[in-house]
Structure formats: C-alpha cells, structure tokens
C-alpha cells in the first residue's frame, strides 16, 4: 500500500491504496472513532490482490494530524469525494466501521449515484427517528465526560470496549497509546458531537445502493445491537451478526467478516 496525502485547508489527510487496476472494483475501507487504517489490516491482506484499495487515517486521526477539530461530517464525506476524484475511482464499495459506516452515509447523502455498495461494520443509522433526545444530548457531552475518567480506566474501557479478541484489543490499545490523554478526549468529544449534529439535521440518509449491515454479537458500544436490528427491519437490509465478535467485528472475526464482505461484492454488478 502506498501512502498519499490531501491538502485541506484544516491540515492533510494521510490515505493509502494498493497498485490500482482501473477495470477492477474499488473498495473503501473507513475506520472507526479513534482508530487508523490499520483497523482493516486483515481485509487489505485478504482482498488487495483482487480489487483495488483505498483506507485513510481519518481526519484529525494518526498520521492526519495535526488538524482543526472544527469539521463535520459533511465535510469529511465531501473530502473523502474529493481523494477518489483524485484518484479517478468510480462506483466504489464503501464499507465503514462503527463511525465510518457514518460518514458513508453522509456521502450517500450528499453524492447520490456515486456509490456501487455500502457494508455497515458494527456503525448505525444516522437517521433522527432511530435516536432518542436523551441520546444526543449525551453525544453532545462526550468530551467531559471522558476527562471525568482516569487516563488508565479510559484506555481499559476503551480497548476492552471494542474488541473481544487478543488481536482486536492489541489493536485498540496501539491506537490509543498514540493519542495523549488530552487528544483523546478532543477527538473522542468533537467525534461524537459532530454525529450528534448529523442525526439532529433530520436529513433522508437515503442508501440508494445495494447495502448490508454487519454486527458482532458481543457489541457493546451504545445501543448498537438494538440500532442495527431496527435499521435492518425498517429499511429492510440484510443483517448478518458475527458470533464471538464486539464493536470491532472486523478484527474479532476476520475470516468470518471477509466471507460476507466477499459475498456481497460478487452480488454487484
């Protein structure tokens, strides 16, 4: 994978791709909430022979830092737009975790047509209906109440938060050992408040590609598991739920989750 680099006029965003086949599909691999492109590791070495890749290290995230924490997720969506125009991709297959699975619905939304697919990884909808008021108010608050927490219970709760395998919290806890106590808070509360203000602007979030949502049984984030049975039922999305796994189904369960990424892609034309 090569690293490339977008200017923005908040700082650069730092992303990598594999040896690009221009007659081969494409597929985005957006990372979660305080995590980098290494996230998806075990699905770059499963699938970069076969298809094209692109993953970032999201804004304000590892190697795109530093960056002005003063962005929405619209604009993370519009920059995102802005790499694969960049990198002439056409019809990609956007898959997020938990956060990324966001901000490619904020690119659904805001580029209609663009997309070929979209694969949900432990993420939700981003809809206002599926959300209570008590709920965003919370989101709103996120960055007091991390500082409210000891930096060593935070790491704890965090690493063991999203993963239930060896190699999955090994991950997390890479991720978080690169943030300071203060940054971790920054990114986690402007993080969550961003979301907060993308469910309270009510928009269609309509997902006008084929689509299907991924969950680990042992999620524990939220109401994840109860926001992806909903969303699964109302827009009526294939929902495949991964045994043995948590918020971080994709390193948990790699083999397992790879199977159904890998299905849905020869589903698209």
Same mark, same amino acid.
């Given at each position: @994978?090569?690293?490339?680099?977008? %200017?923005?006029?908040?700082?650069?965003?730092?992303? *990598?791709?594999?040896?690009?086949?221009?007659?081969?599909?494409? $597929?985005?691999?957006?990372?979660?909430?305080?995590?980098?492109?290494?996230?998806?590791?075990?699905?770059?070495?499963?699938?970069?022979?076969?298809? &094209?890749? !692109?993953? *970032?290290?999201?804004?304000?995230?590892?190697?795109?830092? %530093?960056?002005?924490?003063?962005?929405? $997720?619209?604009?993370?969506? @519009?920059?995102?737009?802005?790499? $694969?125009?960049?990198?002439?991709?056409?019809?990609? /297959?956007?898959?997020?975790?938990? @956060?990324?699975?966001?901000?490619?619905?904020?690119? !659904?939304?805001?580029? %209609?047509?663009?997309?070929?697919?979209?694969?949900?990884?432990?993420?939700?909808?981003?809809?206002?209906?599926?959300?209570?008021? /008590?709920?965003?108010?919370?989101?709103?608050?996120?960055?007091?109440?991390?500082?409210?927490?000891? *930096?060593?219970?935070?790491?704890?709760?965090?690493?063991?938060?999203?993963?239930?395998?060896?190699?999955?919290?090994?991950?997390?806890?890479?991720?978080? &050992?690169?943030?300071?106590?203060?940054?971790?808070?920054?990114?986690? +509360?402007?993080?969550?408040?961003?979301?907060?203000?993308a469910m309270e602007a009510d928009l269609p979030y309509k997902i006008g590609c084929p689509a299907i949502l991924i969950c680990g049984e042992k999620d524990q984030a939220g109401s994840a598991k109860r926001y992806n049975r909903r969303w699964a039922?109302?827009?009526?999305? %294939?929902?495949?739920?991964?045994?043995?796994? +948590?918020?971080?189904? &994709?390193?948990?369960?790699?083999?397992?989750?790879? +199977? @159904? /990424?890998?299905?849905? /892609?020869?589903? !698209?034309?």
């Amino acid at each position: @994978m090569d690293e490339k680099v977008y %200017p923005t006029d908040k700082g650069e965003i730092h992303y *990598w791709i594999n040896d690009f086949h221009y007659d081969r599909k494409t $597929l985005i691999f957006l990372p979660g909430l305080t995590a980098d492109h290494h996230l998806f590791d075990k699905q770059v070495e499963a699938f970069a022979s076969e298809y &094209n890749i !692109l993953t *970032w290290d999201a804004p304000g995230h590892a190697a795109s830092r %530093p960056f002005q924490l003063d962005f929405v $997720l619209m604009d993370k969506a @519009m920059w995102l737009h802005d790499i $694969l125009k960049k990198e002439r991709v056409r019809c990609p /297959i956007l898959i997020g975790q938990s @956060m990324g699975g966001y901000v490619a619905q904020c690119f !659904l939304e805001q580029f %209609p047509g663009v997309a070929s697919g979209f694969i949900s990884i432990d993420s939700a909808p981003l809809k206002r209906k599926y959300v209570t008021g /008590i709920e965003i108010w919370l989101l709103k608050r996120a960055e007091p109440m991390y500082r409210g927490y000891p *930096w060593r219970k935070l790491k704890k709760t965090g690493i063991e938060g999203c993963s239930v395998t060896e190699y999955g919290q090994s991950l997390m806890k890479r991720f978080m &050992n690169t943030y300071s106590r203060e940054e971790y808070c920054k990114l986690a +509360g402007h993080g969550f408040k961003m979301l907060a203000e993308a469910m309270e602007a009510d928009l269609p979030y309509k997902i006008g590609c084929p689509a299907i949502l991924i969950c680990g049984e042992k999620d524990q984030a939220g109401s994840a598991k109860r926001y992806n049975r909903r969303w699964a039922s109302e827009e009526r999305l %294939p929902i495949y739920w991964v045994k043995d796994a +948590g918020h971080n189904s &994709n390193t948990d369960r790699p083999d397992e989750v790879n +199977g @159904m /990424i890998r299905q849905f /892609i020869n589903t !698209l034309n």
